[in-house]
């Protein structure tokens, strides 16, 4: 029971947790059809960012506790930095291509002709880019370390 009254006295993880609820409420007032949706409460995407909201708030939670210049900090940004990018670049491009496979879908269904548009092909990555990259990170920290 002391595992859970400590999680529950977590404040950097209640403010955090409050900053996503928060993001997530307010889609419901930002929806595309210029009305209240509230579905966008419990969806992904949307303005504004849940996933940015929920990590820059413990960034900087962890900043003001710990210093900006701590090793703590350090990690939750890094960690924010690459969520973040992971929202805007290869959700994105998730999303990008449901909404061209949804047009081709309907296009089939309406007979008429698929339009050809050509997607980004490269949004993830190969796990011998990912091993690469992990090995250029511990050579980086032996070098300049």
Known sequence: MEFISELLNNGALGISLTACFLAQFLKIFTGKNKR?????????????????????????????????????????????????????????AVGKQATILNQIIDDIQQHRPIEQQKLKELVGHTPLEVWFGALLGVLTVLVLL
């Open 36 to 92: 209240i949706e509230l579905a966008r409460v419990i969806s992904s995407g949307g303005m504004p960012s849940s996933h940015s909201s929920f990590v820059t708030s413990l960034a900087t939670v962890v900043g003001f506790e710990h210093g900006f210049n701590s090793t703590e900090f350090a990690i939750s940004a890094v960690l924010a930095i690459i969520i973040m990018y992971d929202a805007a670049g290869v959700r994105r």
